[in-house]
């Protein structure tokens, strides 16, 4: 599949969740409230931070795995599949164990922590199977599956809210359910076959090119996420439940390089050994970078609408927002340049970047939060994202040789393919 074709795809199936998202989160905003919206968003975030992440670096490695070793692909797969069953085994025991005596999410009741699990589940082999399709370049099935699964859950939502019955419950349970929809569809088309055995030279490659991946996966994650678990902390739900409002909107914006960043990995994978893939990464950080500054220009006033759309209980995520969007633009930029040096076997040069703006994020946090609330929250994040994106704009012009310019300003052919994309 091509290059062109797997983004265009992606920017078609994002733009798709965009206008059906923004639909439902303004459902759901409205039926619940910013406490329970809070509330309801706290578990979910730490359900997905362990379904993102409790492969230990497994999925990390799977496409280099798949199209640079030595290892046979049935064998990669089996591998995979069977350590990630015993991993949700252990990340079962464990979280039952720990809920028993109070010690973590003692205030969901029972059948919300196994709706988590089933959760945290789901994502796991969502994201296994996710990155394998991406080795091979099957981008627009992957996104075919995750449609179906939006829609459902996006239908469900809506229904729910028109009978009367949209309430934490149901739309936790629509939120489980869904996931586990697609991991069963995603599983169904993935078609590879399997065996019961577990490979220690697999296990072993996989672990040394993986878990650092995985952590710097992690860390950005977690510098993304940091000031939600710290605002619940400090703050509470209610507050929480605006400022997610604030960040929802706000992340609009990734949906971009999202959907270059996988079409880019799997071309980077897949392109001949003449060619670096240099020319092919400048051209497309550039048009992706000017294109977010549009959105950003046009999401300043759209944040005013925040109120009328969502509820005066709302109105305060209009300025957190627009503390916010500046950092945003910024950390557009890592997310289309990294896969440059994990397809060239250096993950750990985001690991660094990505380690060092989570520190900055949790300290700034830390300093802001108790001085202005969920307002420094946003500018604490809002410096570090900045930083995140001039950081990697450092490297790439200190330490791989590119010129600003190439990265960052559109050339002659660049603005012939804006004015072609206009007149269609």
């Known amino acids: 599949m091509g290059y062109s074709k797997n983004i265009g795809h992606n920017l078609f199936t994002q733009a798709l969740k965009i206008i059906f998202g923004v639909v439902t989160g303004i459902v759901v905003a409205r039926a619940l409230g910013p406490t329970r919206q809070g509330y309801v968003a706290y578990i979910i975030l730490i359900f997905t931070l362990i379904g993102n992440f409790g492969h230990l670096g497994i999925t990390s490695a799977v496409a280099f795995h798949q199209k640079r070793s030595g290892f046979e692909r049935t064998a990669i797969y089996s591998t995979n599949m069977n350590l990630l069953a015993l991993l949700v085994v252990f990340y079962f025991g464990l979280v039952v164990l720990l809920r028993y005596f109070n010690l973590v999410l003692s205030d969901y009741q029972w059948p919300m922590v196994i709706g988590g699990l089933v959760l945290m589940l789901s994502y796991l082999f969502i994201g296994h199977h996710q990155a394998w399709l991406t080795g091979d370049e099957r981008i627009i099935l992957n996104n075919q599956i995750g449609l179906i699964s939006f829609f459902l859950k996006s239908g469900a939502i809506v229904l729910l809210w028109l009978w009367g019955m949209l309430n934490v419950k149901s739309y936790f349970l629509i939120t489980v359910l869904a996931l586990l929809l697609w991991f069963i569809l995603i599983q169904i088309k993935l078609k590879e076959n399997y065996f019961a055995r577990i490979s220690v030279p697999i296990l072993k490659a996989e672990f040394a090119y993986g878990s650092v991946s995985w952590a710097s996966a992690l860390f950005a ?182 010129s600003l310019r190439e990265l960052l300003l559109p050339d002659s052919q660049d603005l012939a393919l804006f004015s072609k994309l206009r007149r269609k």
């Open 221 to 402: 994650y977690l510098h993304y996420r940091a000031d939600q678990i710290m605002i619940n902390s400090y703050l509470g739900s209610k507050e929480l439940g605006v400022y997610t409002i604030a960040v929802t909107i706000a992340e609009l914006m990734f949906l971009l390089p999202i959907s270059i960043n996988t079409a880019l990995t799997g071309r980077l994978y897949n392109l001949p050994e003449s060619d670096n893939g240099r020319e092919l990464l400048a051209r497309t950080n550039r048009i992706s970078f000017s294109i977010c500054i549009a959105l950003c220009l046009i999401a300043i006033p759209g944040s005013l609408l925040i109120p009328l759309v969502y509820g005066t209980d709302y109105a305060p995520a209009t300025g957190l927002m627009l503390v916010l969007l500046p950092g945003i633009l910024f950390a557009c930029i890592p997310k289309v340049v990294s896969p440059w040096f994990f397809s060239s076997g250096r993950p750990k040069v985001h690991l660094r970047i990505t380690f060092a703006c989570l520190v900055l994020n949790v300290i700034l946090n830390a300093i802001f939060l108790p001085l202005w609330g969920s307002l420094g929250a946003a500018l604490a994040s809002s410096i570090s994202y900045m930083l995140y994106g001039i950081y990697y704009l450092a490297v790439l012009k200190l330490n791989e040789r590119f």
